[in-house]
């Protein structure tokens, strides 16, 4: 289960959004936190929970959960 922050995190990141763009997205919304330190932690923390080694795996990873629990 994610946090509605790595949710957040994840929905950029898969529109493929920068760290930086990300962060002024978050800052827009009044989401807190929204530094570049905050957004990197969550994403290495996210790669940890799914087992990935690059931001690239980490996208298909869960892309490729979400597909497969809609199909369920």
């Known amino acids: 289960m994610h946090t509605e922050f790595e949710k957040l995190i994840i929905d950029s ?3 493929g959004k920068t760290q930086q763009e990300i962060s002024i997205e978050l800052k827009s919304k ?3 936190p929204y ?3 905050s957004i ?3 994403m290495n923390d996210l790669k940890r ?3 990935a080694s ?4 980490l996208g298909a990873i869960i892309t490729l ?3 497969i629990h809609k199909k369920e």
């Open 40 to 42: 990197e932690k969550t």
């Open 54 to 57: 690059t931001l690239f795996q």
């Open 65 to 67: 959960k979400r597909y």
């Open 49 to 51: 929970k799914h087992q």
């Open 13 to 15: 990141l898969l529109k």
């Open 35 to 37: 530094s570049l330190s």
């Open 30 to 32: 009044g989401v807190v």
